[in-house]
């Protein structure tokens, strides 16, 4: 029984963003580790883990949540991610 855990920066992914990141790494580990078999889709445990972006540093700098918006679009209350107004 396979557990897969994503770690990410809060803010990266949108729900929609989310839902196919969830199915799809599912659908690769029935491909890969269950051979095919669909009823192996009922032993993968997949798990996104957010966390804050100070807890982050990428080439020694922290992203802020402004730079994730900036860089990705705001994520609304929705859960969706808001378009980027193009200057």
Do not use: C
């Not at 669909?38 to 802020?64: K, Y």
């Amino acid at each position: 029984m396979p557990y897969i855990t994503i770690s990410t920066v809060r803010g990266i992914l949108d729900f929609a963003q989310k839902k196919t990141l969830l199915e799809r790494v599912t659908d690769l580990m029935v491909e890969v580790e269950g051979q095919g078999n669909p009823e192996f889709r009922r032993n993968v445990w997949v798990r996104i883990e957010e966390q804050d972006p100070s807890h982050w540093s990428l080439g020694g700098l922290q992203p802020t949540s402004e730079i994730i918006a900036g860089t990705f679009g705001a994520i609304g209350a929705d859960g969706v991610r808001i378009a980027r107004s193009k200057a």
